[in-house]
């Protein structure tokens, strides 16, 4: 599985420590705990870490410093900068089976896909994951989740797949080792071929912790523990999914509360709303975020607030799919983790992490009135808000000294963004284009271009990757 570019992107492009790198002239949201703005200010990246931030031009010892001292210098006039944006919640491939059962129900939207993922492989998972990652990186994106739980018999490692895809790509990565085990013979949404037995999943989630999980300041890879949702995991493998993730001290993630048919579906199987279905299975704690959550009593928002329990928010999926909105005004008053998620390519159909922001915006408004939700509020729950999530508040979210050097510039100057008066508007409001990407220091997109890969061989491959899962359901039926 084609790896020609992954040497070229460890050796030539990461940013080694001494490696200055200087922006200046720019705006700069922070995003940090008091939302402090540089309306003309200077970032300065040492490796892979944030060295300096802040206003006015760039003072010693920065200023002056010669290119020949391996001092790189942009100048950021008519830029906006901001954490490079962290998507709590995705799976990747997904890229590859978009268009399908777009007028129906998360439950009849899924029941028409469950036979088309039956056809996966490691050889899409790859294709899809590359496209996906891709497009997420020229959105802004520069730490996304994926949340992944169909592994058809005989697909190879998809997990290894889409590792590679991200290292490739240059994103920082948190797989989640997704997993159904709830067949429809036994009561479940999801056909018996595409689900796998309990004893299987814990043992291939525990060899994954420990093949890939790196828990370290500035990692690029963590694994996550993420049985898919009520309606297809049952009880015994959400409680033991629970107890490996804490022995091995990894994070929780699933699916919860998305549509009124789960809370359907949990009262007549569980006689439990899905939040409390899920308190009762060790499943709030500040090691857990969880996908929607639009569904939620006014008890539960208290309960997710008490215990630290974050919200994967997906307003463009659940807008797909008619499922509802979120009360993320009432979570974030109440002090809960909230942050933003693209959710699968297939129910969000454009997948571009910055979207979302203008999204979550106007859902909020849409639901609670005009002051339900702030540009400013959107960014936090785009950086910190999903940091917080993925429990990397102090690493990444925030444009801060001494965090990771995970940078967006934006184009606020060109014509979509031309004559806003604010350029947190232009970015939440407006339609700005992304100038450059940086992770961990090392350029991604500069110029608005992919820098990692070829985006025309990307969206060919993955062109290739949906015909053949097409032609393979298909010759199944
Ligand atoms: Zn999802």
């Given at each position: 599985m084609r790896n020609s570019r992954r040497g070229k992107w460890d050796l030539e492009t990461r940013r080694g420590v001494g490696q200055v790198l200087i922006i200046e002239g720019c705006h700069i949201a922070t995003a940090d705990a008091a939302g402090t703005e540089h309306p003309t200010g200077y970032l300065v990246l040492d490796g892979d870490r944030i060295a300096a931030v802040g206003a006015g031009p760039v003072p010693p010892p920065y200023a002056g410093t010669a290119r020949d001292a391996g001092t790189e210098r942009i100048d950021g006039r008519g830029l906006l900068a901001t954490p490079g944006l962290v998507n709590t919640h995705h799976h990747l491939y997904q890229w590859i089976t978009r268009g399908y059962a777009t007028d129906d129900t998360l439950f009849g939207w899924l029941a028409a896909l469950y036979p088309v993922w039956a056809g996966l492989d490691a050889d899409l998972v790859y294709a899809a994951a590359a496209a996906n990652l891709g497009w997420l990186a020229l959105t802004g994106c520069s730490t996304s989740t994926d949340h992944h739980y169909v592994f058809p018999a005989g697909g190879g490692d998809l997990l290894a797949a889409e590792i590679l895809a991200a290292r490739e790509i240059g994103l920082r990565f948190h797989p989640c080792r997704g997993s159904m085990n709830l067949g429809q013979s036994a009561g479940g949404l999801p056909p018996d071929t595409v689900i796998e037995e309990h004893d299987e999943i814990l043992a291939a989630t525990e060899a994954a912790i420990s093949q890939w999980h790196d828990p370290s300041f500035g990692s690029m890879l963590r694994i996550a523990v993420a049985p898919c949702s009520p309606f297809s995991v049952t009880a015994e493998l959400m409680r033991d999914s629970a107890a490996l993730a804490r022995r091995a001290g990894v994070r929780l993630h699933t699916h919860l509360a998305e549509t009124a048919d789960e809370e359907e579906f949990c009262q007549a199987?569980?006689?439990?709303?899905p939040a409390q279905y899920a308190e009762d299975l060790g499943w709030l704690g500040p090691d857990v975020w969880l996908a929607h959550c639009v569904h939620l009593s006014g008890e539960a928002v208290e309960r997710f607030a008490a215990t630290g329990t974050g919200v994967a928010h997906c307003p463009t999926s659940n807008g797909r799919l008619g499922s509802g909105i979120a009360p993320v005004r009432a979570l974030l008053r109440a002090g809960a983790p909230v942050g933003l998620g693209v959710d699968g390519a297939a129910s969000n159909e454009s997948g571009a992490m910055l979207d979302e922001l203008h999204q979550s915006l106007l859902a909020a408004r849409y639901r609670d009135g005009p002051l339900a939700l702030s540009a400013r509020q959107a960014l936090h729950l785009a950086t910190m808000g999903g940091a917080a999530c993925l429990g990397r508040a102090a690493e990444i979210g925030s444009l801060e000294a001494g965090k990771l050097a995970d940078v967006a510039l934006w184009d606020v100057g060109g014509l979509p963004g031309s004559g806003i008066a604010d350029p947190l508007c232009t970015l939440v409001f407006g339609a700005p284009a992304l100038d450059r990407l940086f992770v961990g220091g090392a350029p991604v997109v500069s110029g608005g271009q992919l820098r990692t890969a070829d985006a025309g061989e990307l969206a060919a491959a993955a062109g290739r990757a949906s015909a053949l899962i097409a032609g393979r359901v298909q010759v199944r039926s």
């Open positions: 199987t569980y006689g439990r709303t």
